[in-house]
């Protein structure tokens, strides 16, 4: 995929307050996979003075991520009918978030995408699994 495809999704993203607000940044969208980056900041902190990202936060960069590689193939908007987040270790702040998305079927009426979320030093933080109407 061209940069143009990276751009268009890093539109959108800024023209949602919400996403706004969670700073997500499309890294690389590639064939059947795209790299979203999520800054850590004070906002999506799970505690005041505790530097952990919030799950919902890092829920909210598996299901973007997950959804911008669908409309990538579709070039419109999807539903997300499911998506589930297994959290495999605290997400300690002061280090960004990486979620790697991953098509695993583009059909006719669904497409399942999983998502993997790694700390900067690389350590797998969560996994998650996004299903989306296509039609």
Do not use: W
Not at 24 to 37: F, H, I, P, R, S
């Amino acid at each position: 995929m061209t940069d143009q495809n990276c751009e268009k999704i890093q539109n959108i993203i800024k023209s949602v307050p919400f996403m706004q607000l969670l700073e997500m940044e499309v890294k690389a969208l590639d064939g059947d996979t795209l790299t979203m980056d999520m800054p850590f900041a004070n906002q999506l902190s799970r505690m005041t003075k505790l530097d952990q990202f919030h799950g919902g936060a890092i829920s909210a960069l598996i299901d973007s991520a997950a959804t911008f590689l669908v409309v990538s193939k579709l070039e419109h908007g999807v539903p997300t009918i499911n998506y589930r987040t297994d959290f495999l270790k605290p997400a300690i702040g002061g280090s960004g978030l990486s979620a790697k998305a991953t098509m695993r079927r583009l059909g006719r009426s669904v497409a399942v995408v999983d998502v993997d979320v790694t700390d900067d030093s690389g350590a797998l933080i969560a996994i998650g699994r996004g299903t989306f109407g296509t039609s």
